[in-house]
């Protein structure tokens, strides 16, 4: 069922790796459904696929099978040229663990570069970098370089460089797994502000409990399927600490499952 909220469905994805016996299924059949201004955590063990979801989404894989919808629009195509280069242009924002900034350019310049790359007027360029900065915190850095930024300040010139082009969704691979409790927390506050301010629906993988903590919704992946997801309301205990402690003890418990589909299905 499709709702009129709905910014992202994805039905029936599957991508194989390699060839006969090396063949590797990174993701089984996947349904998945992104409302608009939601934050899904998406969790599960190494190899279970989490990245593998984020670079078919991001059009950056193919599928193997099925199909992904974005805000009304069809992109069963999406990875064929010149589709997939306006899809991950125009729809897509993504941030990752080791910040990839451009080392050369001032964190103004990395904030801009995705719309000057589009061709787009200087004018218009220089007001929504400066109002993306702004939102960030960093309107006082913004002739600094990546090398003169905290990796928590990084992380803000990312995110605003993931941003100033208004994706329909960011797409985020551990995006604290390089930075310490303290910065983590304030780069999650940031997204939760960037939720709360421009409607941005995202998709975080990450392996912390405590991270996860920060979505509307947390999904499990184990063996390329969706094995269990539940919903912040449902998630028990009285503060992020306690409700980190509740996750974890969902995580075990796919982690632990026997490696059968049969079990799992
Ligand atoms: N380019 C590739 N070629 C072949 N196999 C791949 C490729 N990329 C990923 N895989 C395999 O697909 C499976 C899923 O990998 P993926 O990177 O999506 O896992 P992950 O959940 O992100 O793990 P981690 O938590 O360690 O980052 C793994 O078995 C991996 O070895
Ligand atoms: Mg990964």
């Known amino acids: 069922m499709e709702d009129s909220n709905s910014i992202l469905a994805v039905r029936n994805l599957t991508k194989i790796y390699g060839k006969e016996q090396n063949q590797v299924v990174a993701l089984d059949h996947v349904d998945l459904d992104l409302a608009a201004g939601e934050i899904v955590m998406i969790m599960g063990p190494s190899g279970s696929g989490k990245t593998t979801l984020l670079q078919l989404l991001g059009g950056l894989e193919p599928p193997s099978e099925g199909r992904i919808k974005v ?18 242009r125009d729809m897509i924002g993504f941030v990752f663990q080791f910040f990839n900034l451009i080392s050369s350019l001032t964190a103004e310049e990395n904030v801009a570069l995705p719309l000057i790359l589009a061709g787009q007027p200087k004018k218009k360029v220089a007001a929504l970098t400066e109002e993306m900065l702004h939102l960030v915190g960093l309107s006082e850095r913004s002739k600094h370089r990546p090398a003169e930024l905290s990796g928590g300040q990084q992380q803000r010139v990312a995110i605003a460089r993931a941003l100033i082009h208004k994706p329909a969704i960011l797409l985020a691979d551990e995006p604290t797994g390089n930075l310490d409790s303290s910065n983590s927390a304030d780069i999650l506050e940031l997204l939760l502000s960037m939720r709360d301010q421009l409607g941005q629906s995202m998709l975080i993988v990450t392996h912390d409990p405590y991270v996860a903590t920060y979505g509307d919704r947390v999904v499990l992946f184990r063996d390329g399927r969706i094995v269990d997801e539940y919903s912040a309301e449902h998630i028990v205990g009285n503060d992020r600490n306690e409700r980190s402690i509740y996750i974890l003890e969902r995580l075990q418990a796919i982690s632990n499952k026997p490696r059968s589909h049969q079990v799992l299905a």
């Not at 805000?71 to 991950?88: A, C, D, I, K, M």
């Open 71 to 88: 805000t009304g629009g069809e992109w069963q195509n999406f990875y064929l040229e010149p589709e997939v280069s306006h899809y991950r």
